[in-house]
């Protein structure tokens, strides 16, 4: 759930961005959401799947042993 929330608001500010600066080049808001809603609904999922795989990934974790002596 974590990785879904991260991913989430992360591209809220993309789509935001996205929106404002295909905006200010159209001058058309129409044009500008239909860019943002496309390009950042693909980016959530493509987003949450890459953050997946790095869950799996131990590349520079810490290994904690799971017993102490």
């Known amino acids: 759930m974590r990785a879904l929330a991260k991913a989430i608001t992360w591209r809220l500010f993309g789509f935001i961005s996205t929106i404002v ?5 159209s001058k058309n808001i129409k044009e500008a959401l239909m860019v943002g809603v496309g390009v950042d609904g693909v980016k ?6 890459h953050e997946r795989i790095w869950n799996r ?5 810490k ?4 017993f102490n002596i």
């Open 21 to 25: 600066i295909v905006y200010i080049y």
């Open 44 to 49: 959530v999922v493509l987003y949450y799947v």
């Open 63 to 66: 290994i904690i042993p799971e």
């Open 57 to 61: 990934v131990n590349f520079g974790r």
